[in-house]
């Protein structure tokens, strides 16, 4: 059973235009979610993250909109820049757990 | 900025040894974490430490796997007698506290090769 799904395994899109990644989850008792960068050959950094008492939180280029009803975040990026290619991991987390809950990650390459 | 650091950055062990993966968390964190990623999948859980003492673990972390703080700084993962699908990138992580509020931050990884 996979609790947080990322369905586009890649994504294109021009310098300066929006990307938008998606995920969906399944378990209700989720209540943190978080956004991780990842590099080859580096570890997950963490990106931007949203408490389930919210519906949107922005930092910079950033912003992270929930969608509890739906159960889905997205991640937009405007403008995308080339240095921003890399893997996007959505994670999640419940209360009183020791752990985040990952999808399987999407590529984003933005093209110069 | 403090970072979370793992050595080797590759390991490579021969089916049925044992191997220890090291880890060296930001130093005022108090939770303690290991992923592991193969090849072409998903970032999996297997165990996160807090106290001293395992708080959770996957399916994944079996008889074979145990972790260790021993020395107040390191952190370590230990797979006891290694099988070819143990092969995967393994990263560390840890939080100022539960994952429930805020992030983690992992270490680059170490590359474990099972021959």
């Known amino acids: 059973d996979q609790q947080v799904k990322q369905n586009s395994p890649s994504l294109s899109v021009q310098e300066g235009r929006i990307s938008i990644l998606n995920c969906d989850y399944t378990n209700s008792m989720f209540d943190y979610f978080l956004w991780y960068k990842k590099y080859p050959a580096e570890g997950p950094t963490f990106l931007i993250s949203i408490s389930s008492i919210k519906d949107k939180n922005e930092d910079g280029r950033f912003t992270v909109f929930l969608n509890k009803s739906a159960k889905h975040l997205s991640l937009h990026i405007v403008p995308s820049q080339p240095g921003d290619s890399a893997v996007y991991f959505c994670a999640a987390s419940e209360i009183s757990a020791g752990k985040s809950t990952f999808g399987d990650g999407t590529t984003l390459t933005v093209k110069p | 900025e403090p970072e979370v650091t793992q050595t080797p950055s590759h390991q490579v062990t021969q089916m049925g040894q044992e191997v220890i993966l090291r880890c060296v968390p930001i130093?005022?964190?108090?939770?303690f974490y290991w992923y592991r990623q193969i090849l072409g999948q998903k970032v999996e859980f297997l165990v996160s430490f807090y106290n001293n003492e395992i708080s959770e673990k996957s399916e994944i972390f079996d008889d074979q796997f145990s972790v260790e703080r021993p020395d107040g700084s390191n952190f370590t993962l230990k797979i006891r007698s290694t099988k070819l699908e143990d092969s995967a990138m393994y990263f560390c992580a840890s939080s100022e506290a539960g994952v429930s509020n805020q992030p983690q931050h992992f270490g680059d990884g170490t590359r474990l090769s099972i021959l």
């Open positions: 130093s005022n964190h108090l939770y």
